[in-house]
């Protein structure tokens, strides 16, 4: 193979350019369309996620409380659209939140196990962010 020829790597098909690729995709996907259904609650009724504890320290009901994670979702989604690496980490630590939640309303400790698997997803995504923008530099 001549110096000319392009390999994998500069063409950006390492596995952690796929990978990053992939995670970036799904995690300015998933946060939009899931604070999007905050409003529509098309796939859940997401006031029933809220612990109580939480209920009562924020303005309003459940209801209005879901309104307000809805904007921040989609907020966290174009984050990470914008910036990777800083969206990632925001994602992630909403994500420590929503697990925080759920394991203190007691019913739903097999969400929180996947929303931990998004957690880790998350921080892997950071630190590929990361890693992508010393390399440019």
């Given at each position: 193979m001549s110096a000319s020829t392009p390999t994998r790597a500069s063409l950006g098909t390492t596995g952690a350019d796929r990978a990053f690729f992939l995670l970036r995709t799904v995690f300015i996907i998933a946060p939009i369309a899931f604070g999007l259904d905050k409003f529509?609650?098309?796939?859940?009724?997401?006031?029933?996620?809220?612990?109580?504890?939480?209920?009562?320290?924020?303005?309003?009901?459940?209801?209005?409380?879901?309104?307000?994670?809805?904007?921040?979702?989609?907020?966290?989604?174009?984050?990470?659209?914008?910036?990777?690496?800083?969206?990632?980490?925001?994602?992630?630590?909403?994500?420590?939140?929503?697990?925080?939640?759920?394991?203190t309303l007691g019913d739903f400790y097999d969400v929180a196990l996947r929303d931990f698997g998004l957690f880790v997803a998350a921080v892997s995504l950071a630190l590929l962010a990361f890693d992508r923008a010393k390399q440019a530099a």
């Open positions: 529509a609650q098309v796939l859940s009724d997401w006031d029933f996620y809220l612990a109580p504890w939480i209920n009562d320290i924020v303005p309003g009901d459940a209801h209005d409380a879901m309104m307000i994670v809805g904007v921040i979702e989609i907020v966290a989604g174009i984050v990470v659209a914008l910036d990777a690496r800083f969206g990632a980490l925001l994602v992630a630590a909403w994500l420590l939140g929503i697990i925080v939640d759920l394991l």
